[in-house]
Each structure stands twice: as structure tokens, then as C-alpha cells.
């Protein structure tokens, strides 16, 4: 007798919906994932890599000069100095990352806090590690934090809090005022942090991502996880890191070494390579996107669909009540693919309990721009 552990979970939507999309030839604004070409000098080094015979495992914490990289970036970035052979952990991916994070701290019965909308791998793994998910919507419209709720959800068996800025889905941002108002909520509990910093390098609008790795009193119990996927326009690479107190990390270590045991070898070369000759990369990211995603809401402008202000990530949501207010999100997800054409993610699966009258949907703007140009045309026909 087969007993599921994840008995509720199907397949995740943004495979549905990618797959949607190819069956119904729909410009695929779903998933999370750049149309174009990353940097030619990192697919050079990848090869070069490659045919040099960087084909075996790599050490299991991940390679030293990647992890250098990683440190000094942070170093420049956020202003801490990492010890990176104690502090720094290569890994296959962010979803590998936040996964072994959560094995290594949760135990059966504990309770994991989770902020609606949330990324749709943070349940699944409390859960598989026997912890129990609470869930505290964010505020609408702005997608803030509800000071009230996420003090109430704390209990003596909270051992972990989940944060994910710049936030996926909505693009919003935590601020140094709100990591200080967390640090101070977080000192009567026994409780870890887990930062979801996946596109950290993604801020807009002259903003600043404020890490928790530039707060001393919250990188004291924190993994922060990043994606290089995110950062240099390769999502198919699988390749993320984790920085982390000395403690905490070799906790994850011990879960990561029999999870997967290492990164890709050739690819965490190729990345190194590239983070040292090229830092520029991420000064001029934030330019690069933000102008994908001006022309993106310029170019809906005529339509009927309202841009909801985005200062983060790739996605930007937009609000559809004024084309069909009858249908849901997942709905109206299905009815855009197949009636316009394009393809989007519905934000209620990103929620426990979605709110009754959600009418956005997600579409990701990291694409070229005639891509956009086209999925805007077919949206304002709408
Ligand atoms: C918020 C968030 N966390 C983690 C990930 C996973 O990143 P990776 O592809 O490196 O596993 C994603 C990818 O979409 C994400 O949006």
C-alpha cells in the first residue's frame, strides 16, 4: 500500500502552465526563466571548462573559488566578511538550498512561519521534515508585513521563519526597518531565519536590497539563500549557495552532502571565472531589467490590465478585473493562454487561503523585447 507523504500535491503550476503554453503555442510568460542568451563569456568559460576536464565531483562544500567569489561579493555588497570555507556552501540550486536548510533545523512538531504569498517549495519541505506550516497573508496591496499577525503566529514551537525579498510573486521588498522590527520580534524566540535572496541582484528604481546579510543581529540565526540561475540569466544551471553562521551551516552541510553531495562541477568553475572578470555584471543588471520591465507596463498601457508598481524580482502582477471579473485567477491563467495567447501564473497557489477577491496574475518580463512587444499586442486586443 503506496501511502503518499505529500498526499495534496499534483504537479507544480508552472509546469502546468509552460505545458499549456506549448500545447496551445502561447507565449509563455509563465515560468520564471530568461528567453535570451546569458553573457557569451560565461558559456565560453563553461566550455573551456568542460573540455579542460572539470568532469568529477567537486568538493561537496562547493569549489574554493566560487565560494571566494561569493564572499567577496558580499563583502562589497553587504559589507560582512564571510569566512568562506566555514560560511559559504555551493549548492545545486536555490530549491536544494532551502530545502536542506529546513531539514537541518526543523524536527517533527515543529512550526514553520510562512509568509502568503509564498515560494511553492517552503511547505512542501517543512513538511517532509515534519514541521507544520503557519501561514501569515501578507498585506494587501502592498504586499508588507502584518507586524500584528506575524507576532500572533509565534508560539513556543516556532523554529523557523521564512522571508523571501525582493518577493516572489509580487516584487515587493523588505526594508532595514522591517529586518529591524524582525530582529527585535525574533529575540524572544527560539526561532531561525530563513531569507530567500534569490534575486537580490533584481531592485529597481534606484532602490537597495536590504540583506540580512548586511544585519548583524539577524545573520546570527539566518541561511541566506541566493541563485546564481537568477543573477546571470541561467536558471537551467542549478546552481545556487547558501552563507551561513559556522553552526548553522554545518548542520546544512550534513543534510546537502546526502541530498545531492555537490554542485556541478564545470559550471561553478565557469561562474567563478566570470564573477572575477566581470563584477560589472551585477552593477548594470538593475538597468537592464528595469527597462524590460518599463517597456512591459508601457506597452500595457492601452490594454485593459493594471500594472501593480513592481520595485523587485522579474514578475510583474497585473490586475485583470477590468477584462473578466467572473473568473479566478487560475481561471483566468487558463482563459488568457488560450484566448490571448499568453500565458501567466495564477498568485492564489502561492497562498494557503487566498483572499476571495484576488485578481492578479503573474507574468514574468525577463524575456527580449520583441517577446514582450508581441505578448502586449495580443494583450491589448483583450
Ligand atoms: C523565491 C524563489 N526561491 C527559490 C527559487 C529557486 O531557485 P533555483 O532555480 O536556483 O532553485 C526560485 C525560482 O523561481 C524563486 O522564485
Same mark, same amino acid.
Given at each position: 500500500?503506496?501511502?503518499?507523504?505529500?498526499?495534496?500535491?499534483?504537479?507544480?503550476?508552472?509546469?502546468?502552465?509552460?505545458?499549456?503554453?506549448?500545447?496551445?503555442?502561447?507565449?509563455?510568460?509563465?515560468?520564471?526563466?530568461?528567453?535570451?542568451?546569458?553573457?557569451?563569456?560565461?558559456?565560453?568559460?563553461?566550455?573551456?571548462?568542460?573540455?579542460?576536464?572539470?568532469?568529477?565531483?567537486?568538493?561537496?562544500?562547493?569549489?574554493?573559488?566560487?565560494?571566494?567569489?561569493?564572499?567577496?561579493?558580499?563583502?562589497?555588497?553587504?559589507?560582512?566578511?564571510?569566512?568562506?570555507?566555514?560560511?559559504?556552501?555551493?549548492?545545486?540550486?536555490?530549491?536544494?538550498?532551502?530545502?536542506?536548510?529546513?531539514?537541518?533545523?526543523?524536527?517533527?512538531?515543529?512550526?514553520?512561519?510562512?509568509?502568503?504569498?509564498?515560494?511553492?517549495?517552503?511547505?512542501?519541505?517543512?513538511?517532509?521534515?515534519?514541521?507544520?506550516?503557519?501561514?501569515?497573508?501578507?498585506?494587501?496591496?502592498?504586499?508588507?508585513?502584518?507586524?500584528?499577525?506575524?507576532?500572533?503566529?509565534?508560539?513556543?514551537?516556532?523554529?523557523?521563519?521564512?522571508?523571501?525579498?525582493?518577493?516572489?510573486?509580487?516584487?515587493?521588498?523588505?526594508?532595514?526597518?522591517?529586518?529591524?522590527?524582525?530582529?527585535?520580534?525574533?529575540?524572544?524566540?527560539?526561532?531561525?531565519?530563513?531569507?530567500?535572496?534569490?534575486?537580490?541582484?533584481?531592485?529597481?528604481?534606484?532602490?537597495?536590497?536590504?540583506?540580512?546579510?548586511?544585519?548583524?543581529?539577524?545573520?546570527?540565526?539566518?541561511?541566506?539563500?541566493?541563485?546564481?540561475?537568477?543573477?546571470?540569466?541561467?536558471?537551467?544551471?542549478?546552481?545556487?549557495?547558501?552563507?551561513?553562521?559556522?553552526?548553522?551551516?554545518?548542520?546544512?552541510?550534513?543534510?546537502?552532502?546526502?541530498?545531492?553531495?555537490?554542485?556541478?562541477?564545470?559550471?561553478?568553475?565557469?561562474?567563478?571565472?566570470?564573477?572575477?572578470?566581470? /563584477?560589472?555584471?551585477?552593477?548594470? =543588471?538593475?538597468? !537592464?531589467?528595469? #527597462? $524590460?520591465? *518599463? %517597456?512591459?507596463? +508601457?506597452?500595457?498601457?492601452?490594454?485593459?490590465?493594471?500594472?501593480?508598481?513592481?520595485?523587485?524580482?522579474?514578475?510583474?502582477?497585473?490586475?485583470?478585473?477590468?477584462?473578466?471579473?467572473?473568473?479566478?485567477?487560475?481561471?483566468?491563467?487558463?482563459?488568457?493562454?488560450?484566448?490571448?495567447?499568453?500565458?501567466?501564473?495564477?498568485?492564489?497557489?502561492?497562498?494557503?487561503? /487566498?483572499?476571495?477577491?484576488?485578481? =492578479?496574475?503573474? !507574468?514574468?518580463? #525577463? $524575456?527580449? *523585447? %520583441?517577446?514582450? +512587444?508581441?505578448?502586449?499586442?495580443?494583450?491589448?486586443?483583450?
Amino acid at each position: 500500500m503506496l501511502r503518499s507523504k505529500l498526499p495534496d500535491l499534483g504537479i507544480t503550476i508552472f509546469t502546468r502552465m509552460t505545458q499549456l503554453a506549448q500545447e496551445t503555442g502561447a507565449i509563455n510568460l509563465s515560468q520564471g526563466f530568461p528567453d535570451f542568451a546569458p553573457p557569451a563569456a560565461l558559456l565560453d568559460a563553461a566550455m573551456r571548462h568542460l573540455r579542460d576536464g572539470q568532469n568529477q565531483y567537486a568538493p561537496m562544500t562547493g569549489i574554493a573559488s566560487l565560494r571566494e567569489q561569493v564572499a567577496h561579493k558580499i563583502a562589497r555588497r553587504y559589507g560582512r566578511q564571510l569566512d568562506s570555507q566555514r560560511e559559504v556552501t555551493i549548492v545545486p540550486g536555490a530549491t536544494e538550498a532551502i530545502f536542506c536548510a529546513i531539514q537541518a533545523v526543523v524536527q517533527p512538531g515543529d512550526e514553520v512561519i510562512l509568509l502568503d504569498p509564498s515560494y511553492d517549495s517552503y511547505a512542501p519541505s517543512v513538511h517532509l521534515a515534519g514541521g507544520r506550516c503557519v501561514h501569515v497573508p501578507l498585506q494587501q496591496p502592498d504586499f508588507s508585513i502584518d507586524w500584528q499577525r506575524l507576532q500572533a503566529a509565534f508560539s513556543p514551537r516556532t523554529r523557523l521563519l521564512i522571508i523571501n525579498s525582493p518577493h516572489n510573486p509580487s516584487g515587493a521588498l523588505i526594508s532595514r526597518a522591517d529586518l529591524d522590527q524582525l530582529a527585535a520580534l525574533l529575540r524572544g524566540h527560539d526561532a531561525w531565519l530563513l531569507s530567500d535572496e534569490v534575486y537580490e541582484h533584481l531592485v529597481y528604481d534606484g532602490q537597495l536590497h536590504a540583506s540580512v546579510l548586511a544585519h548583524d543581529a539577524l545573520y546570527q540565526r539566518a541561511f541566506v539563500v541566493s541563485s546564481f540561475g537568477k543573477t546571470y540569466h541561467v536558471t537551467g544551471w542549478k546552481t545556487g549557495y547558501v552563507a551561513a553562521p559556522p553552526a548553522l551551516t554545518d548542520e546544512l552541510r550534513k543534510v546537502h552532502q546526502y541530498v545531492n553531495f555537490c554542485g556541478v562541477t564545470p559550471l561553478q568553475h565557469a561562474l567563478a571565472d566570470f564573477m572575477a572578470a566581470h /563584477p560589472e555584471h551585477l552593477d548594470e =543588471l538593475p538597468h !537592464f531589467y528595469q #527597462a $524590460k520591465r *518599463d %517597456l512591459f507596463c +508601457q506597452l500595457l498601457q492601452p490594454s485593459k490590465l493594471r500594472c501593480v508598481p513592481a520595485p523587485g524580482t522579474y514578475f510583474q502582477l497585473a490586475d485583470y478585473s477590468a477584462i473578466r471579473d467572473d473568473l479566478d485567477d487560475v481561471a483566468m491563467a487558463e482563459w488568457l493562454t488560450r484566448e490571448a495567447g499568453v500565458a501567466a501564473i495564477p498568485i492564489s497557489v502561492f497562498y494557503r487561503e /487566498p483572499p476571495k477577491d484576488l485578481r =492578479l496574475v503573474r !507574468f514574468c518580463f #525577463a $524575456k527580449q *523585447d %520583441l517577446t514582450l +512587444q508581441q505578448a502586449a499586442e495580443r494583450l491589448c486586443a483583450l
